[in-house]
């Protein structure tokens, strides 16, 4: 099983900007596609975006273009660069393997992103 550290988030006006990382233990790591999920108040968990093991990425509607997800697979860590945040953005991010799996290991502890004036 994989464990996942996030850190990074706070609380930041709408319009500003965030980053977000994750990292991850084991090998398998490397050879993984990883997602950046989130889950507001109230609603389901959601895929924000994920990236391949070869570095392709794909994003939500939600999010083109103001987000964007990279990785360094020898720190084990992958990022979510958050630009022009709006209200609607306020949740908890998570990271884990994508696609999800409950057998390949829990959720982590989350960070929380709150997007106010």
């Known amino acids: 099983q994989v464990q996942f550290v996030e850190s990074g988030g706070g609380l930041v006006q709408p319009g500003g900007s965030l980053r977000l990382s994750c990292a991850a233990s084991g090998s398998i790591f490397r050879f993984s596609a990883m997602g950046w999920y989130r889950q507001a108040p109230g609603k389901q968990r959601e895929l924000v975006a994920y990236i391949s093991s070869g570095g392709s990425t794909n994003y939500a509607d939600s999010v083109k273009g103001r987000f964007s997800i990279s990785r360094d697979n020898a720190k084990n860590t992958v990022y979510l660069q958050m630009n022009s945040l709006k209200p609607e953005d306020t949740a908890v991010y998570y990271c884990?393997?994508?696609?999800?799996?409950?057998?390949?290991?829990?959720w982590g502890q989350g960070t929380q992103v709150t997007v106010s004036s």
């Open positions: 884990h393997i994508y696609p999800y799996k409950p057998v390949q290991g829990p």
